[in-house]
């Protein structure tokens, strides 16, 4: 059974850093891509950062330069390292094992102005 557990959510000032985390489980982590997204109420889910197998990275514009996506195969998890929070990245984050249907429950990130 898959697995995907965040943690790392929570209420920060604008400016103010996060670092979210995922661990997985019933899975082959090393050998899968890695997404996190986001939800804002009212707004599709996005895209925010993935990591490939071999630690390759992509981030939406949005995020570059703020966030960081990194991955521990030794521990079967994966971060977000947010930086320099806005109040626009207020939503709810979520983990996904990238071409496959697994996500998490998600974790909530608030950024007050």
């Known amino acids: 059974q898959v697995q995907l557990v965040e943690s790392g959510g929570g209420l920060v000032q604008t400016g103010g850093s996060l670092r979210l985390s995922c661990a997985a489980s019933?899975?082959?982590?090393?050998?899968?891509?890695m997404g996190w997204y986001r939800q804002a109420p009212g707004k599709q889910r996005e895209l925010v950062a993935s990591?490939?197998?071999?630690?390759?990275?992509n981030y939406a514009d949005s995020v570059k330069g703020r966030f960081t996506i990194s991955r521990d195969n030794a521990k079967n998890t994966v971060y977000l390292q947010m930086n320099s929070l806005k109040p626009e990245d207020t939503a709810l984050y979520y983990c996904?094992?990238?071409?496959?249907?697994?996500w998490g429950q998600g974790t909530q990130v608030t950024v007050s102005s």
């Open positions: 996904k094992v990238e071409y496959s249907q697994y």
């Open positions: 019933g899975i082959m982590f090393r050998i899968n891509a």
């Open positions: 990591i490939t197998a071999s630690g390759s990275t």
